[in-house]
């Protein structure tokens, strides 16, 4: 539901940094709960769950700030030339 709400207003590279980074950063995350740490599967659900929130949003944020589309004016923007 978050995806429809950012792409939208992300650039094509904004758009595949999103995908790759959310991504990698799972992959990070899972790696860390149940390779590092040593959780379970039962012990470690709910980590990775709140933790895969919290990085959607935060990544989300990111790349609208670094990849956001611009504006555009539907105003026709007049030259004005000097006499």
């Known amino acids: 539901m978050l995806d429809a709400l950012i792409l939208k207003h992300l650039t094509k590279k904004g758009v595949i940094a999103y995908f790759v980074g959310q991504i990698l950063?799972?992959?990070?995350?899972?790696?860390?709960?149940?390779?590092?740490?040593?959780?379970?599967?039962?012990e470690g659900e709910m980590p990775f769950i709140v933790g895969m929130v919290?990085?959607?949003?935060?990544?989300?944020?990111?790349?609208?700030?670094?990849?956001?589309?611009?504006?555009?004016?539907?105003?026709i923007e007049t030259a004005q030339t000097k006499s």
Do not use: Q, R
Request: aromatic share 16%; with cysteine; hydrophobic share 55%.
């Open 25 to 42: 950063l799972f992959g990070v995350l899972a790696f860390y709960i149940f390779g590092v740490k040593g959780s379970s599967m039962n």
């Open 54 to 75: 919290i990085i959607a949003l935060i990544w989300a944020g990111i790349c609208l700030l670094l990849w956001k589309k611009p504006k555009e004016s539907g105003k």
